[in-house]
Each structure stands twice: as structure tokens, then as C-alpha cells.
């Protein structure tokens, strides 16, 4: 049998549109009679419309209208996409390109790049050429049609370097957080927290750039935070995410600090009860809908629990316990648990969330009242989190 052969056509003009209706039509005649010829179209200016990768390559497809995410899979391969993001899930890795995703006249337009990224990951052994304005895939061996789908590839982890750290104060403006006795409230803490680990992050690591979600006493929503941290990646950029929070317990004996990562089963019932304290703050947020998207187990965060970056954010995790256990004299160590912090999901970065204690115990509270016992814990964090980045970053193989 001759070498397959898939015209994919790039066109330039929307113009266009109407041949390319044609040539998508006698392709499918061709494909029905031979099963051998595939057609995919494409804006010139280097976008893949979505619609034809899926109908040209037989790929599954699925869509969150209210999210705007959507993935593409493909038997044990998937793409996670977001419109407005250039940032994309590629089977359990991150991708970074130039461009964002985007829609134009309700169609999805997929950087080009991307999507040919996407299609060698799904098929590894399609050849991609261009030619003009023309996109051609072939398969060398001509000995199944596609998607090839089955072959296991290794989970490399990114291989981008850490270069930025998104530091995340808890709640802000009309949501409190948790409140402890006299007043005290969490949102407070948690941004003085912040403020302190930037110091002392940009002390030991000062090529490293620190970004705060809020600088002052704000209301931010969930995804809102989420979608400025993923904004940041970068080609050879990584970041971590931590989310600073203080716990509260209805038991007024339970006392330490605790880091999480995202998993949709949570470590014991106390990380449950954390969690959907944490995460009460949506019926807060203005947009209608919201507990929707927040309800649904969305692909990407299910997607999510089984990458390298589950695993980067556990080691992530227990490294900022390990600091935290190394400066604070006063308090224990819960260990490192894992929850369903809607903060955390779709985070496309190592992310942890810490809650650096428990308000409602009486001498936590007072403790968490001096700024000076807030530098430590900053400290703690810092340590923790300064390890990791220099391990992580020293692991990179450059290739
Ligand atoms: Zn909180």
C-alpha cells in the first residue's frame, strides 16, 4: 500500500471558505471510498480552525461553554485548551505558545504551532510539512489510519526553569476568610504573610520574580487568581502558585500548619472540611453560574490529578512543610494533605495551598496576631519553597 497521504489546507482568506467547503467534501468522498485522505484547514495567519483538526483527524472533542475550556482527545492522548489562554495541557505536559487560543465568528482558532504540537503528540509518527498555504500530514508506514493513539509516551516533567513565583493571599475585601476571636480576620493575615515572603523570597532567590494576587484589601474571584498565575507561563517560564490561608476548626485544641495539593480525595475528613471551607467563598462571587463551573468535574482538573504536575506540587508541598518545621519552635506540623481547593484546580503550575494555623485555637490566634511570628512563618516558606526551586531548576535537562 502507497504512503498515506493528508492534505491539509491553509487558507488565508475567510473567503476562502467557500472552496475549502468544496475540498472538504470531495476529501470526505475520497476518504469514505479510501479511507486515506483527511482534510484540514487552517487560517493563514497560523491558527488551526479547532472544528477541522477534530473532523480531519477523528479526534473527540468536548467543550465547556461557560468555562471556555475545552479537550481534545484521542484514546489515552488529550489536549486541555482554554480560549484566551496561550498556555495548553498536552498530554500531562505543559505547552507554551506565542499565541492565545482564540474564537473568531463562533469558530475556535488553535495556534498553529500548538496544534501541530498536539497532532505529533496524539500521532507520533505523523510527518507535518508546509507547503505555501498548504499543511500536509503523512504517515510514513501507511499501516493504520488516524489517530495512531495507542502508544505509551513517557510523562517527562517541563522542563521550563522556575522563574516566577505567584503568591497568593486568601480571600480579601467582603470575604473575610475565616474569623477568629476579637476580630481577627484571615484576610488580613494571610496578605501580611505575603508581603513578608516576598522580602525574603526576593533575599534568596533575586533573579526570581514574586507576584502578588492583591496588594490590598480587595475581593479577587477564584479564577480570577487562577487565570493570572497560568497568564504568566512563558516558552522556558515556569511558576508555582501558593495560596496562604489560616485555619479554623470547630475543636478550639487543634493547632499547626498544614500544606495542600490539589486531589479530588482528600486525605482524611479534616482535609475535606478544610476544603469546603475554603472553598464557601464562590457563593460570594458575582457572576451567575459560577457554582456551576466550579461543580462540574471539568476535564482539566481531572486531567490534572494524573500529571507530573500533581507530583511536583506534592513535593512542593512536603518542602514547605519541611521549612516551616524548621523555623517554628512554637506550633507542630500536620504534614502534607491533599483536598479539592477550587483556588488550586486548573493551576498549570506546581500549586500548593498552606494554612499556616488555626485561628480559632486561642494561643495560634494570639500568635498570629504579631508580625514578628508572621515573619517566621514567611521564613519557613521561604526556605521551603527557595529548595525546591533550586532542585527543580538543577533537574532541568537541556535539550
Ligand atoms: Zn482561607
Known amino acids: 500500500m502507497s504512503r498515506r497521504m493528508c492534505g491539509i489546507i491553509l487558507n488565508r482568506r475567510h473567503r476562502y471558505h467557500s472552496i475549502i467547503s468544496i475540498i472538504i467534501l470531495l476529501a470526505l468522498t475520497s476518504s469514505a471510498s479510501s479511507g486515506s485522505r483527511r482534510i484540514l484547514h487552517i487560517d493563514s495567519n497560523d491558527y488551526l480552525f479547532l472544528d477541522e483538526m477534530i473532523f480531519g483527524f477523528s479526534l473527540e472533542h468536548s467543550f465547556d461553554m461557560i468555562s471556555q475550556k475545552g479537550k481534545l482527545y484521542s484514546k489515552n492522548h488529550y489536549a486541555v485548551y482554554s480560549v484566551g489562554m496561550s498556555v495548553l495541557l498536552v498530554d500531562g505536559s505543559l505547552y507554551v505558545s506565542s499565541r492565545a487560543v482564540r474564537r473568531s465568528v463562533g469558530r475556535i482558532l488553535i495556534p498553529r504551532d500548538a496544534g501541530e504540537h498536539i497532532l505529533k503528540s496524539f500521532m507520533p509518527r505523523i510527518d507535518l510539512t508546509r507547503k505555501g498555504d498548504a499543511l500536509h500530514a503523512e504517515f510514513p508506514n501507511g499501516d493504520a489510519s488516524p489517530p495512531y ?40 493575615i494571610t496578605l501580611k504573610v505575603a508581603n513578608f515572603l516576598e522580602k525574603k523570597m526576593m533575599e534568596r532567590l533575586p533573579g526570581t520574580r514574586a507576584i502578588l494576587t492583591r496588594r490590598d484589601d480587595r475581593f479577587i474571584e477564584l479564577s480570577e487568581r487562577t487565570d493570572a498565575a497560568n497568564r504568566l507561563l512563558r516558552r522556558n517560564e515556569n511558576g508555582i502558585f501558593l495560596s496562604i490561608h489560616v485555619n479554623s476548626s470547630l475543636s478550639s485544641r487543634i493547632s499547626g500548619y498544614e500544606t495542600y495539593f490539589l486531589s479530588q480525595n482528600p486525605t482524611n475528613e479534616d482535609a475535606r472540611n478544610t476544603a469546603a471551607l475554603e472553598n464557601n467563598v464562590i457563593i460570594l462571587e458575582e457572576r451567575s453560574g459560577r457554582k456551576e463551573v466550579y461543580d462540574d468535574v471539568d476535564y482539566i482538573e481531572a486531567m490534572m490529578i494524573t500529571t507530573q504536575i500533581q507530583k511536583e506540587s506534592s513535593v512542593l508541598a512536603g518542602s514547605i512543610q519541611n521549612g516551616l518545621a524548621r523555623k517554628n519552635k512554637v506550633f507542630g506540623s500536620r504534614g502534607v494533605k491533599k483536598a479539592d481547593f477550587f483556588v488550586l484546580r486548573g493551576v498549570l503550575m506546581p500549586a500548593v495551598l498552606i494554612e499556616i494555623g488555626y485561628i480559632s485555637n486561642k494561643k495560634e490566634s494570639l500568635h498570629l496576631k504579631s508580625e514578628r511570628y508572621l515573619t517566621i512563618i514567611a521564613e519557613g516558606i521561604a526556605e521551603g519553597v527557595s529548595l525546591f526551586i533550586k532542585r527543580y531548576n538543577s533537574l532541568i535537562k537541556i535539550d
Request: hydrophobic letters at 20%; proline letters at 8%; aromatic letters at 2%.
Open 149 to 188: 493513539g495507542s502508544e505509551e509516551r513517557d510523562r517527562r516533567p517541563s522542563k521550563d526553569r522556575i522563574s516566577f513565583i505567584v503568591i497568593d493571599p486568601g480571600h480579601g475585601g467582603r470575604d473575610p476568610g475565616a474569623v477568629g476571636k476579637g476580630g481577627l480576620e484571615e484576610k488580613d
